[in-house]
C-alpha cells in the first residue's frame, strides 16, 4: 500500500510545481526569429533615380548677393557669373512664373500653386524661399502676380478675386506680411525705391503712375502702342521698350524704340531688317539695351525661314552683332557687365551661363 501512494505522488508532483521558476513570471515573451530559422531578407535600399533634365522659364539678378537666381517647374538654383559656379537650391517646383529677389538676397519669392497642386486648376499663391536652407513660407494666398522693389523690402501684388470682379493691386510689406488695397489692376513696373508703380486697369487703356504709400495716382501715362516688349524703370520714370514691323512679302523691317512713359519722347535704337522678338535687358546708367531680332530668310524654294540674331545697342550709334545665339530665360547685370542666359543639353537641360557683353561681337 505505501508503494502505491509513493507512486501517485512522483506522478502528481510535477502538475504542482512552477516550471518557469519565480525570476520568469513577468517577462516579456522573446521576439524575433526562432533560433535555427533563416532570417527575413531586409528590403533593398531604393535605387536613387537622377534627375531628368532641368528646365528653368525665369531668372532674376540679386546685387546683394552678385548672383543670378534662375527657377522653374525644377526648382531654383543660383549662379555666380564671375565664377561659373551653379548651386542648386531646391528641386520642388516653383511655378512658371517670374521669380523674384529679396533685397538682402537672403530669399526668392515665386508665385505658384500649392506643392503637388495642379497649376493648371487650382490658385496660385506668394511663397518665399529661404536660398540657404530651402525652406518654404506661404507669404500670401490667391496671388496673381507680384513686383518687387531693388532697394525696398516692398512689393506690388496683385491679388486674384473670384468672380467677374477686377483683380485687386495691394501695397505689401515683405517684413511684416501687411497688404494695403491701392486700386484695382495688375503693375507693369515698380520703382527701384518702391515708392511708385505703374499700373495697367483692366479693359482700359493706357497706365496710371500710383504712389504706394497713399494709393494716390500721380499722373496718368498714355499707352505706348503696340508691340510693347518690356517696361523698365529708368532714372526718372518708367520707359517702354516697343518695336515697328512692317511686311515686305519676304522679310520685315523693323524699329526698336525706347520710350518715356511720362513724356512720351521716344529714342530710337535700331533700325533693320527684323523686328525685336524679346527683350534681354537694359542698363540706363550704361543705356545699353540687348534684344533679339527675329528675321525672315526666304529660301531657293520660296519659303520662309525665321532666325534669330541677337544685338547690342546704345544711344551712341553702336550696334553690334553677337556671334553666338543666346537662349533664355536671361537677365543683363544692372552695370551692363554680364548677360546671363542657359545652355542647352539634352542631358542636364537647361545649364546657366554667362557672357561678357563687350566680349559678345
Known sequence: MTRWIWLALLV???LG???????????????GTPPGEPLPE?????????AGPVHFVSVAWSDARGEAIFSGYDGIATFDPASGVARTVTTEDAGGGPV??????????VVAARPGEDPNRDPSHLWRID???????????????ALLARDANVAAVTRSRRGPGPDSLLALDLATGETRYLRDGYPAALSPDGRQVLVRPRFESGFALVEMQSGTQIATVQDPGAFVTSIQWGANGPVAFKHTSTPDGSAHDGTAVEVDLLTGAEIPLWEGRGFVQSVYGWSPREHLA???????QPTPFGECVFGSTTRRVATDGEDRTFGERILGPTV??????????????????????????????
Open 17 to 31: 510545481c512552477d516550471t518557469t521558476g519565480p525570476s520568469d513570471a513577468g517577462s516579456t515573451p522573446p521576439t
Open 290 to 296: 540687348l534684344f533679339t531680332t527675329f528675321v525672315c
Open 332 to 361: 543683363l547685370t544692372p552695370d551692363g557687365e554680364w548677360l546671363v542666359a542657359t545652355r542647352h543639353s539634352d542631358t542636364e537641360g537647361d545649364v546657366p551661363v554667362a557672357y561678357r557683353v563687350r566680349e559678345l561681337d
Open 131 to 145: 536660398l540657404a536652407t530651402d525652406e518654404r513660407a506661404l507669404v500670401l494666398e490667391f496671388v496673381h502676380s
Open 12 to 14: 502528481l508532483a510535477p
Open 42 to 50: 531586409s528590403e533593398p535600399e531604393p535605387t536613387p533615380q537622377p
Open 100 to 109: 523674384r529677389v529679396a533685397t538682402d538676397g537672403t530669399a526668392a519669392y
